[in-house]
């Protein structure tokens, strides 16, 4: 009898205590009978009473405690090592404030073994309102930004498809595919929190891989736009980190105009909205020169592990930002200005 596969799944913790009456009953009761199962949390150094509920209450999930907060980038690479350890086939990135279905992780091995992919996303619905969506996957627009598709809709998703990237609320991942882009980490540790999924996902595509949404797989997601907001600093900076890193320097030229557009924009805004010293804070912080000797080391190495041309990945980046909290007539102007641009220059991408 040939060894099952075996599937981690890896939950990060940080003053999650809130949210396990909500997971921890279900999750823990998941049974499967084709791969083996192992719940793993990593608490990031919290300072609720989440680790001892857990501990008094579900003595079989393993908990791994960080001596400090680590972000959701260094949480996870500690989640990652750990199911290398333990010679994991796959691993699943699960949000804490997430409640799953039963037999959500059938779906998702069932393609996995049969298919090549990057990264397979569960569909991501809402916990307030079940019948609409919060992620069918997520969409990367050329300068950067990342958003959830679908996002406030109806539930009608019922095909397999292709997405730019997978949310990290809710991921099925190959370790070996992980092993052969970075064996040290699963996410870029340099980001600490926000758009390190996005990151992932493009630097798969880099090495050759699709990523996927396997909508027959289900999770809740207790999401909360205006709490993800507040950290403009984080999104800023890891939004030009990413492209400073994944762009071939021609790319880097071509979008440049709109670039220095969309900058110029932002901070005009920022003036008005409270984040111009966030927005400051996170150019100083990327244009900075000890920033710049990391940056350029992790340049040179994905450049060195892309498999695929800029023109096979970024023709399906997006020049529109379609998300529906941020829809306003400014959004809809930039959307008119921006979409155009892209519209035309992506077609002079042949490298």
């Known amino acids: 009898?040939?060894?099952?596969?075996?599937?981690?799944?890896?939950i990060l913790n940080f003053n999650g205590l809130s949210y396990w009456p909500d997971l921890m009953p279900f999750l823990s009761q998941e049974k499967y009978s084709d791969f083996e199962l192992e719940i793993v949390?990593?608490?990031?150094?919290?300072?609720?009473?989440?680790?001892?509920?857990?501990k008094e209450n579900y003595p079989a999930v393993t908990i791994i405690q960080n001596a400090e907060n680590l972000g959701f980038a260094g949480g996870n690479n500690v989640g990652y090592q750990y199911a290398r350890r333990q010679g994991a086939d796959f691993i699943y990135?699960?949000?804490?404030?997430?409640?799953?279905?039963?037999?959500?992780?059938?779906?998702?091995?069932d393609f996995a073994k049969h298919n090549k992919f990057g990264s397979l996303q569960s569909k991501i619905k809402f916990w307030s309102d079940q019948h609409k969506i919060n992620s069918l996957g997520n969409a990367i627009h050329y300068l950067g930004f990342g958003y959830s598709t679908g996002l406030g809709r109806e539930?009608?998703?019922?095909?397999?498809?292709?997405?730019?990237?997978?949310?990290?609320?809710?991921?099925?991942?190959?370790v070996k595919v992980l092993e052969e882009l970075n064996k040290d980490e699963l996410f870029d540790?340099?980001?600490f929190?926000?758009?390190?999924?996005?990151?992932?996902?493009?630097?798969?595509?880099?090495?050759?891989?699709d990523n996927f949404l396997i909508p027959d797989s289900v999770i809740y997601h207790k999401y909360e736009?205006?709490?993800?907001?507040?950290?403009?600093?984080?999104?800023?900076?890891?939004?030009?980190?990413?492209?400073?890193?994944?762009?071939?320097?021609?790319?880097?030229?071509?979008?440049?105009?709109?670039?220095?557009?969309?900058?110029?924009?932002?901070?005009l805004y920022a003036l008005f909205d409270g984040r111009f010293k966030q927005k400051l804070r996170a150019c100083f912080w990327v244009l900075s020169p000890r920033q710049w000797h990391f940056l350029l080391a992790r340049r040179r190495y994905i450049q060195t592990k892309?498999?695929?041309?800029?023109?096979?990945?970024?023709?399906?980046?997006?020049?529109?930002?379609?998300?529906?909290?941020?829809?306003?007539?400014?959004?809809?102007?930039a959307n008119i200005i921006f979409g155009l641009y892209w519209l035309i220059i992506k077609n002079f991408i042949f490298w």
Not at 41 to 51: A, K, L, P
Not at 155 to 174: P, Q
Not at 308 to 333: A, C, E, H, Y
Request: charged share 20%.
């Open 1 to 10: 009898m040939s060894k099952k596969d075996k599937v981690i799944i890896i």
């Open 225 to 267: 736009f205006n709490r993800s907001m507040k950290q403009s600093y984080w999104f800023e900076r890891n939004r030009w980190w990413v492209m400073l890193k994944n762009y071939k320097v021609a790319t880097l030229c071509l979008i440049l105009p709109a670039w220095l557009l969309m900058e110029v924009g932002q901070l």
């Open 193 to 209: 929190m926000y758009l390190e999924d996005l990151d992932l996902g493009w630097s798969l595509q880099l090495l050759g891989y």
């Open 155 to 174: 539930d009608w998703e019922n095909k397999i498809k292709k997405i730019n990237y997978a949310s990290g609320a809710g991921v099925f991942l190959s």
């Open 306 to 333: 892309r498999k695929r041309t800029d023109r096979q990945v970024v023709l399906n980046f997006q020049g529109s930002i379609l998300f529906q909290p941020l829809d306003s007539l400014m959004l809809k102007l």
């Open 41 to 54: 949390v990593i608490d990031n150094h919290s300072t609720d009473d989440s680790v001892n509920y857990l």
């Open 93 to 109: 990135l699960l949000n804490q404030d997430t409640v799953i279905t039963s037999g959500f992780l059938q779906p998702l091995y």
């Open 189 to 191: 540790q340099t980001m």
